[in-house]
């Protein structure tokens, strides 16, 4: 198994309490998405994981409590702090239809509806309203909002989004 097989979930913050519980940030969009999840794995070295069955996690906003099983102590947890947790790909809850995570779209190549292309997808953040996607253009960063007038389609197999023009997003002089 490599890096292919993982996504990051989140990162362990430090210990709570004596009895081997951990403060975790969860980078998923909620905290409850969490729960899905029996089995997690720590990169203890580049391309060495270890697996954890999750015995208990819950919210505490903003962050999460997760107990882990042979974590007992709060000793146990020092080799865990500043960690972080992945889970198998194959194992994350599947999505609805035309939702993504956010490791599927990041490295898409964007191209626009004429075919021609205005870069790659290289960070995404989020806003209250949805999510912009952050692509690297030949002359800027080009700021795309994941809204439905933009966003036209997602092709995962061919590794392209397709998207439409729209006001203000980008100049003819970007499209290569």
């Known amino acids: 198994m490599g890096e292919a097989d993982f996504c990051l979930v989140?990162?362990?913050?430090?210990?709570?309490?004596?009895?081997?519980?951990?403060?975790?940030?969860?980078?998923?969009?909620?905290l409850d998405g969490f729960s899905s999840y029996r089995t997690v794995y720590v990169q203890i070295e580049p391309g060495k994981w270890k697996p954890y069955e999750v015995v208990k996690s819950f919210p505490q906003p903003p962050r999460l409590i997760i107990q882990l099983k042979g974590i007992e102590r709060r000793q146990e947890t020092d080799p865990l702090i500043g960690k972080d947790i992945y889970v198998k790909k194959e194992e994350m809850p599947k999505l609805a239809e035309g939702e993504y995570y956010w490791f599927e779209i990041l490295g898409l190549e964007v191209k626009t509806k004429e075919g021609r292309t205005l870069g790659r997808i290289k960070e995404i953040f989020p806003t209250g309203a949805n999510d912009v996607y952050v692509v690297k253009?030949?002359?800027?960063d080009i700021f795309l909002p994941a809204i439905e007038k933009v966003i036209e389609k997602v092709d995962l197999e061919r590794g392209i989004m397709e998207v439409a023009w729209m006001e203000g997003l980008w100049e003819k002089e970007d499209e290569i």
């Open 10 to 30: 989140g990162k362990v913050i430090k210990p709570h309490g004596v009895r081997g519980k951990m403060k975790v940030e969860y980078f998923g969009e909620t």
């Open 137 to 140: 253009g030949k002359r800027r």
